[in-house]
């Protein structure tokens, strides 16, 4: 298992109320050994003009889970903390309604880099983009 911090679903959904990520709908909705899911409504918050789903909004989802994957992963959660670097998606197909369910896992997890590998699929598990979120560990400020 690659966590170091005990967690659940509803404290990690509790943690993101009042953010970005509650605004856009994201809630978290699995987790194992080695992965972290979270899912995002294709609404009216998260579409562009042509009704189908904003690839910023595909990227906010990628980057949440990849980051909070991160942040799970951390040695010294109370004099480290993750941020993000460099967020490289491929947009593969569009999303007109229901979810998207993001999956993060890492590719590596280093003592000062961690980079994720996140697949975001539609509800028919279709892909939907492809992902790579590198984070840097760094100590945080006293």
């Not at 967690?7 to 509790?14: I, R």
């Not at 605004?23 to 009216?44: Q, W």
């Not at 889970?65 to 992963?73: A, E, F, P, Q, R």
């Not at 109370?78 to 993060?104: F, K």
Request: charged share 20%; glycine share 8%; proline share 3%.
């Amino acid at each position: 298992m690659i966590w170091k911090t005990d967690f659940n679903l509803e404290g990690l959904n509790n943690m993101n109320q009042d953010t970005m990520v509650s605004h856009i709908g994201i809630e978290f909705t699995d987790f194992g050994d080695d992965y972290l899911i979270a899912r995002m409504p294709v609404d009216a918050r998260t579409v562009q003009p042509f009704r189908i789903l904003h690839g910023g909004a595909s990227a906010a989802l990628a980057e949440t889970v990849g980051s909070l994957g991160s942040t799970l992963c951390l040695n010294n959660p109370a004099g480290q903390t993750a941020v993000g670097v460099e967020l490289n998606i491929s947009h593969l197909r569009s999303a007109r309604s229901g979810y998207v369910y993001a999956t993060a896992r890492p590719y590596r997890l280093g003592r000062r880099v961690h980079v994720w590998n996140i697949e975001v699929k539609d509800e028919q598990e279709r892909l939907v983009s492809v992902s790579r979120l590198t984070m840097a560990i760094v100590e945080r400020e006293k």
